[in-house]
């Protein structure tokens, strides 16, 4: 089966994906109405991710880099 990263507080029916479109990776929520997924402070359900994002996902935060 699929695996990903355990977020703390991700409620419910909630989930959160961040794919490849050949161009940028894409974050997007689906379900968990009370589920809070933020970009850079700001509460999103899509959002084009760019270096340095701050992201919080249910009371879990990662920022999105690349690798070196």
């Known amino acids: 089966g699929k695996k990903g990263i ?3 507080g991700l409620g419910m029916g909630a989930k959160v ?3 490849w479109n050949g161009k940028n ?3 997007t929520k689906s379900g968990g109405l ?3 997924v ?3 402070g700001e509460r999103v359900r899509t ?3 760019k270096i340095g994002d701050e992201l919080l ?3 879990t935060a990662f ?3 690349l690798p070196k």
């Open 6 to 8: 355990p977020a703390d």
């Open 17 to 19: 994906t961040i794919r």
């Open 25 to 27: 990776h894409i974050l």
């Open 34 to 36: 009370m589920t809070r």
């Open 38 to 40: 933020e970009v850079n």
């Open 47 to 49: 959002h084009n991710l």
């Open 57 to 59: 996902i249910g009371r």
């Open 63 to 65: 920022i999105y880099k």
